[in-house]
Each structure stands twice: as C-alpha cells, then as structure tokens.
C-alpha cells in the first residue's frame, strides 16, 4: 500500500475510534488478541470491546460429517494426516510437508491437503524432491472436508497467520486430534493454551513433526474435542451476540451434541 492509501486508511481508523465506536450498542472482537489491536488502533477502553467468537459448528457440519468422504478416501490404505486450506505461502504447507517427511520415516502415514490455490506447482516440487509422491495427496477442493476430518487421525493447522481459524475449530468438532502452530491470532486461544491440542513454533518443522508424532501415539478423547468445539455452536454464539445487544439469551433453547 502507497502512503497515500495508508494515509486514507488511518483516517479511516480515526474516525471509526472517533465517531463510530463510541456510539455502537456493542464492539465485537472474534478473538482476545483482536480485541488487543482493535483497543489499540482505535485508542478504545479494551473494557469496551466483547469477545464473540464466529458460529462454526452447526447440526449441518455433523450430518456431512457422517456422509461418506467418496472412493478417493478408500484408496489412501493409512493412517491419514490432515491439512485443509488454500495453496498459498501463508498456510504453511511446506513446512507440514518437511515435517511430515520426518514422521513418514517413522511410521506408516499418508498426508493429505484439501485446497487449491497458487501454490500447488511449488509444494507438488517439494512432494517430488522428497520422494512422497505416494505418500502425500493434493486432491484439491472437496465439496465435503468435514467427511475427511471425521476419519482423519490428525488435523494440522501449520499456518503463520489466522483470524480465528474456522477449519482447527471443525476439525475438533469432527473429534480429530489436532496439532497447530502457534501463529497470531486465534489457534492458542481455540485450544486454550494446548489443553485442546498441541502448538507448536511458527516455521519449525522439526517440532512440527514432533508434536505430530506425540498426538498420533497419545490421542486427546473425542468427548474432550467435541465439548470445546460446542464453544463455537452457531445457537451458543447467536446468545452472546442477543447478550451483547441487551436482548439476553434465549435460556429455553437447547445445543445438541452430536457425534460425527
């Protein structure tokens, strides 16, 4: 962005922490960090901005989840490790595919990566250098990854930066064990602090693989995945935000937990 533009954006700032921030019923953050930033860009009390987490999960991922991933999954013969994003430097992939070279010395394991994007000519090289053509997968997109997440043996989220990453909060509604970098903003906060799966340094693919290793030999339960993942239940999050706006909560409703 030229100076002029960032100009125009800091006055855009401004005014939002001026004018328009003062006179909203509520200030909404999908992450603490975020809410940090926010109350330091805008020069708003931090007390002022709630944290409301986006409404992922929803009776609509479960029943996918329970449809069958298709033909393509029967031919993988292997333990299945997980990664779901676009092909894009920011996510990571390469150090995951580095990685998972170290853990496929160690045991029996196929990678697979959901995604498509401008990436895909650089890792399919680093897949061919390595010598994982038959162990790492690029199927692209898939209508359904959910079908995938609930049958994968582990979930890994290798990227240098998120929001609040939506597909490490599926991933544990699917009850996959998950391993993710610990990348500015929203995995650490998702897994509270590792209690929900392991994090790991950006750009290490050593500890990377590690980690990876440890969660394969020693699973997180399902039940413990699955009650984090309700924390970010569509009809959890529509009450916080009707709590925010003054409404309360609707106290009658009931969240269903389903298993995959």
Known sequence: MNKAGLWRKGRWVSLLGHW?????????????????????????PRASIRVIHNPVVS????????????????????????????????????DLIE??????????????????????????????????????WLPGAVDNPYAWMARAQL????????GLPTVLIEALACCCPVVSTDCPTGPREILEDGRHGELVPMRDPEALAAAMARTLDNPLDSETLKTRAMDFHVDRIADEYLDALGFGADTTRKTSVETP
């Open 20 to 44: 328009v921030y003062p006179r909203a019923d509520a200030i909404v953050a999908i992450s603490k960090v975020m809410g940090d930033n926010l109350a330091k860009v805008s020069r708003l």
């Open 59 to 94: 009776d609509r991922l479960f029943i996918k989840a329970r449809l069958s991933p298709g033909s393509m999954f029967e031919e993988v013969g292997a333990p299945i490790v997980l990664g779901v994003g676009r092909l894009y430097k920011g996510k990571g992939f390469l």
């Open 99 to 136: 990685a998972f070279a170290t853990l496929r010395a160690q045991r029996n394991a196929r990678l697979v990566i959901l995604g498509e994007g401008p990436q895909r000519p650089e890792l399919e090289a680093c897949v061919r250098d390595l010598g994982l053509e038959d162990d790492v």
């Open 155 to 162: 979930f890994v989220l290798a990227s240098y930066f998120e």
